[in-house]
Structures are given as C-alpha cells and as structure tokens.
C-alpha cells in the first residue's frame, strides 16, 4: 500500500488541568517531510498540545498516530526512541556541562553510564563515547557553534541555547520535531541561522517539524501549512497568506 503522507494526526486530543480545558478536542495532521505551523494567542493551548502530543501530560480525549501506529498516552522516552520529539519554550541545558557534553549526554542508556558497564568494558565504552563525540562534532559544525563547543552551556546567550536545542534533537536523527518557540528572545543574526538549519534539517536529512512561533515571517519563511489554535481548538488551518487573512484568527488575536 501506498504510505500516507501524513506523518502525524491528532483527533480529538483533549485535557483539563482544573476546570480549564487547556486543549479541547484538537484535531491536526502533519504532512511527511514538511514544516508545519502552529500559531494561536498566549494561552491558546499550543505548549500544552506538545507535551500531549510528546507524551508529556496523559490527555483525557482522543488518539495520536504517528506512522499508522497508535501512540496515544506513550511516555516522552518511548517516543524519542521512535523519533519524536520536542524542544521547549525554556530551553533545558545541563548549564555547567560544556555544550559538546550536553550534545553527548542525549541519547542515553548508553553502556557507559553505568558503573559496572565501565568496568565491565572499558574498551567498548571508549569506542562509544568517541562515537558520540564525532556526532556532537559533526552537530557542531552543522550549526555552526564550533566555537564554543567547550564552553559551559549556561553561558550560551539565548539564541545560541536554542541552538543546542534543536542540536540535541539531532543527535537522535528523528523523524519529527515539534519546536517551541524556537525563535523567541532571538536576536535576528542568530534567528537567520537557526531558521537555516531547520530548512536544511528538513531538506537534506528529512526531518519533519511543527513550530510554535510568534514571529510571523518567521512561519512565513519556513512553513508549507500553518494551523492556528485558541482556546484549545483548531480555528484555522491553510496557507500563511489564507490564515493571516481569516477573520476568525485575526478576532481570536485580538480577543474577540
Ligand atoms: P500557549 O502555549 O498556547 O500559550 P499553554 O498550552 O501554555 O498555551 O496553556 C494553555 C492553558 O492551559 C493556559 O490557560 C495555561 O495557563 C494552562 N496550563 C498549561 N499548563 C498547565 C498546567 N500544567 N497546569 C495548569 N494549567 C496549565
Ligand atoms: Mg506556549
């Protein structure tokens, strides 16, 4: 049978913290190798789809496909293992290891982690973690932050921790990445580079992404489709132009 070319869908996908349905019954579809956007108003429910969808909060309605295969309610390190993932709107660096060893610390449950592995062997031990490091190199250079490959993550500025985010994904090759506000609290120099190494990401190594952006070049720039939430609903979904246009988006931003 012909694969489908959606990637990902979302059917109904809900959940309430208290009484506030923060996403209330969403329904998307990813397309295989392109760049989704997602935007909304503050509060729209847009992070909170991400963490349901990436296996962060349980939802309490609907389904998540990924491929055909049913992965609704998976936890985060089940998904990552199946090549899905996503950043966050904070980014989370290990601030006092050097960037190249938060590169290496990501793909985990490595032989060398444990003790008794190291000691058991060494040798095998060694080969990975030269291994890792010439895939955190590469990385590196990919984005091009050679240059503080052995500095502290914690003294990166924004942009550049954003960087290593999307660096971190990559050391896992997925096939989808849902991007949190990758671009936020980036300075223009460094927002160019970081929309650069999203569309060679999806070009050359066929990466799918979905992103939550405000800046709407940003999503003009990168993104064949965008959908546009509020209040935990799908309000719209089409081209950048056809959205921007919608007159239930422009309202929703406006707080009508
Ligand atoms: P967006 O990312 O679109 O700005 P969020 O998904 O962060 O929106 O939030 C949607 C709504 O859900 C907001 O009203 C927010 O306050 C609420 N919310 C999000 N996460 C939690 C949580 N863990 N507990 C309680 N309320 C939350
Ligand atoms: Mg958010």
Known sequence: PQPSPDLLVVQNL??????????????????????????????????????????????????????????????????FGKGLLRTFQIA??????????????VPGGQLGETWLGALLRPGRVRAEERALRARADEILEFLQITHVAGLPAGGLSGGQKKLLELGRTMMVDPKIVFLDEVGAGVNRTLLYAIADAIRRLNKERGYTFCLVEHDMQFIADLCD??????????LARGTVETILSDEAVIAAYLGR
């Open 14 to 79: 809900g959940i309430s913290f208290g009484g506030l349905k923060a996403v209330d019954g969403m329904s998307l579809t990813i397309r295989r190798g392109g760049i989704s956007g997602l935007i909304g108003p503050n509060g729209a429910g847009k992070s909170t789809l991400f963490n349901l969808i990436a296996g962060y909060h349980r939802p309490t309605t609907g389904r998540v496909w990924l491929a055909g295969e049913d992965i609704t309610g998976l936890p985060p390190h089940v998904l």
């Open 92 to 105: 989370r660096e290990f601030s006092t290891l050097t960037v190249r060893e938060n590169l290496m610390m």
């Open 225 to 234: 489709d965008v959908t546009c939430m509020a209040q935990g609903r799908c």
